[in-house]
């Protein structure tokens, strides 16, 4: 018989979002009355701006005629979308052949481990969106599991002590860093400077950074930067991954686009975008050319005001949410808020509690679902992450019942 992937045996216990789905779903069968609001899982509610969608069902009725079908197109994805993420989002900080477009921000987390094979060392911001240590096990580049997590990957624990950003000295020479800002799901976002210390780090180390910017349309303070590339020294170090999921609402359309800079090199002087346009041509075949189209025109006026407008209306229940999260309840109960305002997630700390005991609390006393700080990461445990991503009317009935809790 074939033996199975050494990867997979060494994946720990389920993935995060399925174990909250299992609890939510058995507290419903046993209290079929009780009306769930989930603030849980990241994944957006509201529809798709018109503009956006009729661009797509243009494109699509096009195909239907001589004149605009169209098969294969290229597999680092259409130029007009090329050229127009690279004017509009990078302002000339990044070129068009250095864009990539794919199916989405996971998928390219996925091909990216493809690119740097399973001897690379990892480290990882703890709490961490979970692909990033569950993809590198499954390519074997993370070692075994020791019950503390993974013997290659380094976890940087990210807390309120420092400010959520990590102590870099504990990373490894050569090292491939991921690094998600604005954080899922802690909701911090880098500054300037710390931004500066991390490329710094990584030139002086050999180190690349793999940047998750997959909510910076969320932020809002213009102090911030938007993209790696805004930091000097950044295009010999680092890997942008983005995606038009949360900004446009696409989690379930499907685009996302990576920024590979022509000066990033490996070890042996070759070129890395090299060897991710071999990956993208033969892995891949290109996003739909449909779905491209919606790409096209969120990068229109219309498109990028229609686009701001959502993202506002899911800040209203970010701030509705840390608002209630700081009532007098939670207070008594020690418990810290940390919203920045510049994501979509509140993150909570419940000093002396552990988050799946949290988490079934308030599933059970407020028919409220969140999702438990400790799948994260360690350093994520007594922490719950709230998310704005909802209907405005149920997220404020949520607050209601949260607000009545006690603990
Ligand atoms: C949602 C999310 C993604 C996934 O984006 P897709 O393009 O939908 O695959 C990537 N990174 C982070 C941090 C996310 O929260």
Redesign the pocket.
């Known amino acids: 018989m074939i033996k199975r992937n050494t990867g997979f045996a060494n994946l720990t216990a389920g993935y995060l979002f399925p174990e909250v789905a299992r609890r939510r779903r058995e507290f419903a069968e046993k209290n079929p009355q009780a009306k769930i609001i989930s603030l849980g899982i990241?994944n957006t509610t509201e529809p798709l701006p018109e503009f956006i969608a009729k661009a797509m069902a243009d494109y699509s009725m096009a195909l239907a005629t001589p004149e605009g079908y169209s098969g294969y197109g290229d597999e680092q994805g259409n130029s007009t979308l090329r050229a127009k993420i690279a004017e509009t989002w990078y302002k000339g900080m990044a070129s068009p052949e250095e864009v990539f477009i794919s199916d989405?921000?996971?998928?390219d987390?996925a091909r990216i481990q493809t690119l740097f094979g399973s001897k690379v060392k990892i480290a990882v911001q703890d709490p961490a969106?979970p692909v990033y240590v569950d993809g590198s096990v499954i390519v074997s580049a993370a070692g075994k599991n020791t019950g503390k997590g993974y013997k290659g990957v380094t976890y940087m624990p990210c807390t309120p002590e420092n400010d959520f950003f990590p102590d870099l000295s504990k990373i490894k020479k050569n090292s491939l860093i991921y690094f998600?800002s604005p954080n899922?799901p802690t909701g911090a976002c880098a500054t300037k400077e710390q931004l500066k210390a991390l490329v710094d780090f990584a030139n002086s180390n050999g180190c690349i950074i793999i940047y998750?910017a997959?909510?910076r349309e969320f932020i809002r303070d213009p102090k911030l930067p938007k993209t790696i590339f805004e930091i000097e020294g950044s295009r010999t170090c680092s890997i942008e991954?983005n995606?038009f999921?949360?900004p446009a609402g696409f989690?379930g359309v499907?685009l996302?686009w990576s920024i590979v800079p022509m000066e990033l090199k490996f070890a042996d002087g070759t070129s890395v975008n090299r060897d991710w346009n071999r990956v993208m041509t033969t892995l891949f075949n290109g996003a739909s050319n449909v779905v491209q189209a919606g790409g096209i025109a969120c990068l229109e006026p219309e498109g990028l005001k229609a686009m701001k407008e959502v993202i506002d209306y899911y800040l209203v229940n970010g701030a509705k949410i840390s608002e209630t999260l700081r009532g007098e309840n939670f207070k008594k109960a020690g418990v810290e808020v940390y919203y920045t305002g510049n994501s979509p997630y509140v993150w909570a700390k419940f000093p002396g509690l552990k988050s799946w005991d949290v988490f079934d609390k308030i599933l059970k006393e407020a028919n409220v679902v969140t999702t438990p700080g400790s799948g994260f990461g360690p350093a994520g445990e007594s922490f719950l992450r709230f998310s704005s991503f909802g209907h405005q009317k149920d997220v404020n009935e949520a607050c209601e019942r949260l607000s009545k809790l006690s603990f």
Not at 104 to 107: D, I
């Open positions: 990241g989405g921000a996971k998928c987390i969106y998600c899922n998750d997959a909510y991954i995606s999921s949360k989690t499907r996302g």
